[in-house]
Each structure stands twice: as structure tokens, then as C-alpha cells.
């Protein structure tokens, strides 16, 4: 019988990046971010495996696959407990964008090294007066002579320091007023006017955060990305893919929690049997192990949708599917802290810093009641507050 869901090719995939995955595991993250660096020797050697560009096109040195196999490479880390947040990024958004709507020369110059892991590229989208709504983006970009000026601030904007260039999201000057009319500009993070400055937060990840101030970053024409008219479905091709890849994220990180909490379940004992014997701890766990079952399902079913190149099913579903996946990783990581008791809350045991990490699933890049709103508009065609 053919597989009903997953390949051999990518059962395959996934089988050897959880083979990567486990020879870095949990200690070597917690390592470097104690160390203050970044997981450099993972991502290099994800990159020369193929793995960091497997959904980029062969012609430009990528894997010829799609966001199917970007997510088990994804989960599979995290669910190793090493997961690498900037694959949501750089190939994920930023690829995808170049390699669909980027020219001839943008694909030349910046696939390969995304894909084989020797440039990163960061996305930009967020601000500050703006936050879930989008449309509300002042960051703008004006022409002068052939050249761009783009002008404006950016927040919580991931990997900056380790970043070759930002993909930044900013409007054209005679769009300013009504519904966003957005376009993307390739920035390289040492051009003049561009300043970054670190956010404290208070997460246990290598990947920073950071706010942007544009001032006036002057931008050769070929910075734009695509057409400037283009703007929402450019976009928007970039976006399911970052939603897919953030429930792949959070689907990695609850079965790694989950993963913990079993084997802690099985072995400790306080009465007569194992903790995993009472049905207090059992089912929880159980159903955890359901909901992030069913949260794959979605995820596998968006990305399918999406690399089929169907944007519009594939928003709803990449929707549903971060949703589900932020609440099944928060649910899951809770309930895995609560199973190892007071060793739950050390350090010792690493899961403690998992509760704000699984946050971070349920705010980004869309968050939970942005979703909720999406799903009742345009699913259910309920009316609108705001
Ligand atoms: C770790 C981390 C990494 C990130 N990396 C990036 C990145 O690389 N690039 C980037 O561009 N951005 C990034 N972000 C930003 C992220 O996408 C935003 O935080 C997110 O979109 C929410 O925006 P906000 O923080 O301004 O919240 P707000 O929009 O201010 O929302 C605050 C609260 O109000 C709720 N709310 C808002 N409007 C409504 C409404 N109409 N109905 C009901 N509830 C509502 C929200 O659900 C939320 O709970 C990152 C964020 C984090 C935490």
C-alpha cells in the first residue's frame, strides 16, 4: 500500500534529521545559549545535509521540495530538543518570497547561501504602533532619483545580529493612506541609517530579538523584491509558509516536553507504582500526545495545500494549523513541567524555560485571537468588532 500520508522520501527525511538532531539534543542548545553564541556547528551541518534549503528550488542548489519537508526538518530538531528558529525565517519566508517573485539576479545571489546555510536572511514585518495589524505599517520607502529611502521602526524582528540582510516589509510613499499596499526591500544591516538595538527578553534562545530604526536606509532599485503593486499576494506567500513553520516549531518543541515528561513518568516512583500508573498524570500526557498528533495532521494538510500552490486553502489551513499547534505545545510543555513535580521548575531538567519558549507559539506570528478572528470572518462569515 502507498503511504498515506508522508512519502517514503520524506519518512526517510524525517528519520535522518532526527538522527542529526539526536547527536546535538537538548545539551548542545542550552550549551551555546549559555555561551552566548549560536548553534552555528548544527546549522552548518543541517546546511551541507541539504536540509535548511529543502524546499528551494535544485536550480539554485536547494532540495526541490516544499514547506512538507521544511516542516519535518523543523520538528524534527525541535522535537531533539534542538530546534533552530531562524528556518521559519530564512528559508522558510525569505526564501520562498525570492524564489517565487524575486529576479533573475536576487535568486543568483542569495538562494544558494540560504539554502546551504552560509547566509542568513531576517524577516521584518512588526512594529511598534502597529502590532497584529498590519495594515497599519508606517514604514516607508520613498524614490529618489533610482534608488529607494526607506524610513521607519521595526520590533521583535528575529536573528538581526547573525543576519547577511533583513527582508523588510514597508509601503511606498503614494500608498500611505487605506488598505496596505506592501512591498519588500532586501536590507543589508550595515547600510547607513540602520540601527539595532537588542530586546531583554526573557526567553532561553540563541536567536535574539530586536527593535530596527530605518532612517532614511538608501536602497539601490534592485532591493525591491518583486512589484510593487504585487504587494499582498507576495506577501502572503511568504506568510503561510512562516505560520506552517511555527507550528512545526511548536509541534517539535511539545514532543520534546512530552518526550521528557514519559520517561520521567515511567521511572518515579513515590507509592507503589510508577507516576505514570495514576490517571491523573496518564491522561493528561495522553491527551497532550493526541492534540499534537492532530496538530501535525493540520500542519501536514496546509502544507500539502500550499505547495500544491493553493495560497488561498493553504491560508485558512496554515491558520488553523498554527493555532492548534501553539495551544498543543503550551498545554503539552505545562503539563510535562507539572509531571517532573519540583524537578519540573530546575534547571537541571531544562523544561522550566520551555514554558515562556511555547509562548512564544501562541503570540507569533499571528496570535491566538488574531486567528480566532481570522477563522470567524472568513471561515464562518461572522461579522467584525474592529
Ligand atoms: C520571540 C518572538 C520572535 C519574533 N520574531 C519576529 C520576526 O522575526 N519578525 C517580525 O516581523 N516579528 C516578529 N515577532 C513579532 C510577532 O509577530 C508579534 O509579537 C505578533 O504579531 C503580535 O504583535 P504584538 O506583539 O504587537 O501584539 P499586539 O498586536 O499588541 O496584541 C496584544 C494582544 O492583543 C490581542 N489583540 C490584538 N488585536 C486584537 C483583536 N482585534 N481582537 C482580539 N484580540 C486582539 C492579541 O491577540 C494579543 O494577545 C516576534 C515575536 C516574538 C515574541
Same mark, same amino acid.
Given at each position: 500500500?502507498?503511504?498515506?500520508?508522508?512519502?517514503?522520501? $520524506?519518512?526517510?527525511?524525517?528519520?535522518? %534529521?532526527?538522527?542529526?538532531?539526536?547527536?546535538?539534543?537538548?545539551?548542545?542548545?542550552?550549551?551555546?545559549?549559555?555561551?552566548?553564541?549560536?548553534?552555528?556547528?548544527?546549522?552548518?551541518?543541517?546546511?551541507?545535509?541539504?536540509?535548511?534549503? #529543502?524546499?528551494?528550488?535544485? /536550480? =539554485?542548489?536547494?532540495?526541490?521540495?516544499? #514547506?512538507?519537508?521544511?516542516?519535518?526538518?523543523?520538528?524534527?530538531?525541535?522535537?531533539?530538543?534542538?530546534?533552530?528558529?531562524?528556518? #521559519?525565517?530564512?528559508p522558510a519566508i525569505c526564501g520562498t518570497v525570492i524564489a517565487?517573485?524575486?529576479?533573475?539576479?536576487?535568486?543568483?545571489?542569495?538562494?544558494?547561501?540560504?539554502?546551504?546555510?552560509?547566509?542568513?536572511?531576517?524577516?521584518?514585518?512588526?512594529?511598534?504602533? /502597529?502590532? *497584529?495589524?498590519?495594515?497599519?505599517?508606517?514604514?516607508?520607502?520613498?524614490?529618489?532619483?533610482?534608488?529607494?529611502?526607506?524610513?521607519?521602526?521595526?520590533?521583535?524582528?528575529?536573528?538581526?545580529?547573525?543576519?547577511?540582510?533583513?527582508?523588510?516589509?514597508?509601503?511606498?510613499?503614494?500608498?500611505?493612506?487605506?488598505?496596505?499596499?506592501p512591498c519588500l526591500f532586501i536590507v543589508p544591516p550595515d547600510?547607513?541609517?540602520? !540601527?539595532?538595538?537588542?530586546?531583554?527578553?526573557?526567553?532561553?534562545?540563541?536567536?535574539? !530579538?530586536?527593535?530596527?530604526?530605518?532612517?532614511?536606509?538608501?536602497?539601490?532599485?534592485?532591493?525591491?523584491?518583486?512589484?510593487?503593486?504585487?504587494?499582498?499576494? $507576495?506577501?502572503?506567500?511568504?506568510?503561510?509558509?512562516?505560520?506552517?513553520?511555527?507550528?512545526?516549531?511548536?509541534?517539535?518543541?511539545?514532543?520534546?516536553?512530552?518526550?521528557?515528561?514519559?520517561? =520521567?513518568?515511567?521511572?518515579?516512583? %513515590?507509592?507503589?507504582?510508577?507516576?505514570? /500508573?495514576? !490517571?491523573?498524570?496518564?491522561?493528561?500526557?495522553?491527551?497532550?500526545?493526541?492534540?499534537?498528533?492532530?496538530?501535525?495532521?493540520?500542519?501536514?494538510? /496546509?502544507?500539502?495545500? =500550499?505547495?500544491?500552490?493553493?495560497?488561498?486553502?493553504?491560508?485558512?489551513?496554515?491558520?488553523?494549523?498554527?493555532?492548534?499547534?501553539?495551544?498543543?505545545?503550551?498545554?503539552?510543555?505545562? $503539563?510535562?513541567?507539572?509531571?517532573?513535580?519540583?524537578?519540573?521548575?530546575?534547571?537541571?531538567?531544562?523544561l522550566a524555560s520551555l514554558i515562556t519558549a511555547a509562548r512564544?507559539?501562541?503570540?507569533?506570528? %499571528?496570535?491566538?485571537?488574531?486567528?480566532?478572528?481570522?477563522? *470567524?470572518? !472568513?471561515?464562518?462569515?461572522?461579522?467584525?468588532? =474592529?
Amino acid at each position: 500500500m502507498p503511504p498515506v500520508i508522508e512519502s517514503e522520501e $520524506q519518512s526517510d527525511l524525517r528519520a535522518a %534529521v532526527a538522527a542529526l538532531g539526536k547527536r546535538y539534543g537538548r545539551d548542545y542548545i542550552t550549551r551555546t545559549v549559555a555561551e552566548g553564541r549560536h548553534p552555528t556547528e548544527l546549522w552548518s551541518d543541517a546546511g551541507k545535509l541539504g536540509y535548511l534549503g #529543502v524546499n528551494l528550488p535544485e /536550480a =539554485y542548489g536547494g532540495g526541490g521540495g516544499g #514547506v512538507t519537508e521544511l516542516s519535518i526538518v523543523l520538528e524534527e530538531l525541535g522535537a531533539a530538543g534542538s530546534p533552530l528558529l531562524m528556518l #521559519v525565517v530564512s528559508p522558510a519566508i525569505c526564501g520562498t518570497v525570492i524564489a517565487r517573485f524575486g529576479t533573475e539576479e536576487q535568486k543568483r545571489t542569495w538562494l544558494p547561501g540560504i539554502a546551504d546555510g552560509t547566509r542568513t536572511m531576517a524577516f521584518g514585518i512588526t512594529e511598534p504602533d /502597529a502590532g *497584529s495589524n498590519s495594515h497599519r505599517i508606517t514604514t516607508t520607502a520613498r524614490r529618489d532619483g533610482d534608488d529607494w529611502l526607506l524610513t521607519g521602526r521595526k520590533v521583535f524582528i528575529s536573528g538581526v545580529d547573525i543576519a547577511d540582510a533583513v527582508l523588510i516589509v514597508g509601503r511606498t510613499e503614494d500608498a500611505r493612506t487605506g488598505r496596505l499596499k506592501p512591498c519588500l526591500f532586501i536590507v543589508p544591516p550595515d547600510a547607513e541609517g540602520f !540601527q539595532r538595538h537588542p530586546i531583554d527578553m526573557e526567553l532561553n534562545a540563541a536567536e535574539k !530579538q530586536f527593535e530596527l530604526v530605518l532612517d532614511d536606509v538608501r536602497l539601490p532599485a534592485d532591493a525591491l523584491v518583486g512589484d510593487e503593486d504585487a504587494g499582498l499576494l $507576495q506577501l502572503f506567500a511568504g506568510l503561510n509558509p512562516e505560520r506552517i513553520m511555527t507550528a512545526a516549531f511548536a509541534i517539535g518543541m511539545g514532543r520534546y516536553a512530552l518526550g521528557r515528561a514519559l520517561e =520521567y513518568a515511567r521511572e518515579r516512583t %513515590v507509592w507503589k507504582a510508577p507516576i505514570g /500508573a495514576h !490517571q491523573a498524570i496518564a491522561h493528561p500526557l495522553a491527551r497532550a500526545h493526541i492534540d499534537l498528533e492532530l496538530a501535525r495532521l493540520m500542519m501536514q494538510k /496546509a502544507a500539502h495545500l =500550499y505547495d500544491a500552490g493553493d495560497d488561498i486553502g493553504a491560508g485558512e489551513a496554515a491558520n488553523m494549523a498554527k493555532y492548534a499547534a501553539g495551544e498543543a505545545c503550551v498545554n503539552a510543555v505545562d $503539563q510535562a513541567v507539572h509531571t517532573l513535580g519540583g524537578n519540573g521548575l530546575t534547571r537541571e531538567y531544562g523544561l522550566a524555560s520551555l514554558i515562556t519558549a511555547a509562548r512564544v507559539a501562541r503570540i507569533a506570528p %499571528v496570535s491566538r485571537e488574531m486567528i480566532l478572528n481570522y477563522v *470567524s470572518h !472568513q471561515s464562518l462569515g461572522l461579522p467584525k468588532s =474592529y
